[in-house]
Every structure is written in C-alpha cells, then in structure tokens.
C-alpha cells in the first residue's frame, strides 16, 4: 500500500511533522537564514512567499527557524501553520520602538504580555482575551540573558497594525501612561494563536529606535551597527532559552 501523501500547509510549504517542536521566529527571511547559519547541520525546509524555514540543531537540540514577515496578517498565517507542522515552543526574535524613556536603542525587551491592536486576532476571539507569554519562556529568555550578561527589560507591548501613522489619532500616549513599554507588529497574533493551540510562545525583541509617536516619521533613523549588535545579542539569548524550555507531551 502506497504511503498516504503529506497535506502542505498553505503559504508556508511545510508539511506537518516537517519541522522540530522548538521553533525560533523573525519577519526578516535574512534574519531567519542568519540564525540557521548559526545552528550546526542546517539545512532549508522551504522557501515560500516571506516564510523561508530552516532546521539544525543548537548545542545538540534540533531546532527550526521559520520567518513570518512584516504584519500580524501573515505573520498569523505563519504561526498558525508552524503550531500545525508541530510546534511546541515558539520564540519570535524580532525588533521594536521603544514607549519608555529607558527603552533605548540596542535596549533588549522580553515581552510579558501584548496589547491587542494587531487588527487580526480581534476576528478570532474577543479582545478581553489576553495575549500573554508563557511563563517558561520569559524565565528561560530572562535566565539566558543573564548568563550572556547581557541586561534587558521585561513588560508588557503593543502590537499595532499600522506601521506608519494614519489620520486617526494615535492610542500610542496612552499606553504609554499605563506603562507599556514598547511597540511593535506581531507578538500579539502568536501569543493567542499559541494559547489556542496550547504552545509555549514568547518573545524577544531588540529596540531599533523610540516609537514615531516620540519622535516622528522622519525621526525613525536605527543606528545600523547598534541594531545589528542587539540582534546578535537576541539571536543568541533566544536560542539559549528555546533549548531550556521542557516540551509538553
């Protein structure tokens, strides 16, 4: 009897079991391909649309590295294809705009728990459901940095759906008085996908500069050498942690 053919996941070109349980995130496919240039033995599962998707393994654990592009519409297509290839702990490594004064550039930020301005999960639940990270993955994330000795910020963030400012006014101040402590544009859609799917999910996320609210569009200027090293910084604080994380059975 022939083998029965493996479904592909729409968009990401993975089937389920293609990948390991642990699963690091980017939106940048560059930035996914550097992580696998880090991993021993990687090789490319798929390369489609903004989903590039590779596997090895760090310090002897197999993991995948899946990118999800920029925005929480297909970034949930992503995660949710990734929770069903397999995924039981998913890390996005990723960037943000700093809302507080101590959040400057190079700042690292492990993401306790997002606000839900993504524009896409309020089509799936209602907005009193929360989007917080596992418990497991910040103190894996938070005890990685500190072994680095590399310092970083833990709270909550916004995930908006816009990038640029439109015409309405923005709820940016707000959040920040109630002491959010950064922004950014996909956290949001993983930690509920995640939850749903019963995933471990978190995130890390490297400050390229303060949100344009502070600072306007034209303001929005990253240090390039400065960005590149908290990547670095957070690229290997993630993968640390992901090894740490216990794989529910």
Request: hydrophobic share 45%; glycine share 10%.
């Amino acid at each position: 009897m022939n083998e029965e053919k493996k479904k592909v996941l729409p968009c990401i070109a993975l089937c389920e079991g293609d990948i390991h349980p642990r699963v690091l995130t980017c939106g940048d496919p560059a930035r996914a391909k550097k992580i696998a240039d880090k991993l021993d033995n990687a090789v490319c599962l798929a390369q489609n649309r903004e989903y590039h998707s590779y596997s090895g393994t760090w310090k002897g654990v197999p993991v995948t590295v899946t990118s999800h592009g920029v925005g929480e519409g297909g970034a949930v297509i992503g995660f949710e294809s990734l929770c069903r290839a397999g995924a039981k702990v998913i890390i996005r490594v990723g960037t943000c705009g700093g809302m507080q004064k101590e959040i400057t550039e190079g700042s690292l930020v492990v993401v306790k728990a997002a606000c839900r301005e993504d524009g896409v999960t309020e089509k799936m639940l209602p907005l009193s459901y929360p989007a917080v990270a596992d418990v497991e993955v910040i103190e894996a994330l938070k005890q990685s940095a500190e072994e680095s000795d590399v310092p970083v910020h833990s709270g909550i963030v916004l995930t908006q759906a816009l990038f640029y400012p439109g015409l309405l006014e923005s709820t940016v101040r707000l959040y920040m008085k109630a002491g959010v402590i950064a922004m950014e544009n996909e956290v949001a859609g993983l930690l509920v996908v995640a939850s749903l799917h019963g995933v471990k999910a978190g995130a890390i996320l490297a400050a390229d500069a303060p949100a344009f609210e502070l600072v306007g569009v034209d303001g929005y200027q990253p240090d390039p050498a400065m960005l590149a090293k908290a990547v670095e910084q957070e690229i290997e604080i993630a993968l640390d942690a992901i090894i740490k994380v216990e794989i529910d059975s």
